[in-house]
């Protein structure tokens, strides 16, 4: 399960990063609006399954794009000093150092929803991706039961301007033909191969 530590004052991004470096190796935090949440380590069966569909068919579409696909590498904003959150996939088309910490432009997101993190993920973390300028698509997956939340950006009017918000369009899939469509990566993808060996308690999706 997902364990908050509660402090009783939010930590900036460089606070998280030195509380990083004192961490055993193999633990994974996010830092959620000054909050340092602890994530899950060893997940499902079913989480590990669809992670690893996803990923497998994101790589050769964003390779042709020159793009890369990335599991749990944490996403932040560097005008925003109280949130960096690890999706479980994300693609990024820009380049950076291989040292690098934090992805700050990514183009998909992709989280695998628990009950111990849905409310996070749905809600402080989806409201913080659809703030990030260069994202395209956040995709919410249910882990159990055959359902797919996709927001994806509309483009952008002809009068407006960088301080207009994004307007985000949103759509449910949830049958085996039904598709995981990603414009930004010309990518598709039915339900049927997102949860190819997922056991939904004894069916097989």
């Known amino acids: 399960m997902t364990v908050a530590l509660r402090r009783p004052e939010p930590i900036t991004v460089e606070d998280f990063l030195a509380l990083l470096e004192r961490c055993p190796e193999g633990e994974r935090w996010q830092l959620v609006e000054g909050e340092v949440v602890r994530m899950m380590a060893g997940g499902t069966r079913r989480h ?3 992670s690893a569909n996803l990923t497998a068919a994101l790589l050769p579409r964003a390779r042709k794009r020159g793009c890369h696909v990335l599991p749990d590498m944490l996403v932040r904003r560097h005008d925003v000093d109280d949130t960096a959150v690890a999706p ?3 693609v990024t088309c820009g ?4 040292t690098a910490r934090f992805v700050d432009d990514p183009v998909v997101v992709v989280e695998v929803l628990s009950p111990s993190t849905m409310v ?3 809600g402080a973390k989806l409201a913080f991706y659809e703030t990030l300028p260069s994202l395209a698509h956040i995709v919410l997956v249910y882990q159990d039961e055959m359902r797919v939340e996709t927001w994806s950006r509309a483009p952008a009017a002809d009068d407006e301007d960088d301080e207009t918000p994004p ?3 949103y759509e449910v899939a949830a049958r085996p033909d039904d598709r995981l469509a990603l414009a930004a990566l010309d990518f598709a993808m039915p339900l049927a191969e997102v949860y190819d060996g997922v056991d939904f308690g004894g069916a097989a999706a």
Do not use: K, N
Not at 95 to 98: E, M, S, T
């Open 48 to 50: 590990a399954a669809i």
């Open 88 to 90: 479980d996939v994300l």
């Open 95 to 98: 380049a950076g150092p291989g």
């Open 120 to 122: 996070i993920d749905r």
């Open 167 to 169: 307007r985000w369009s």
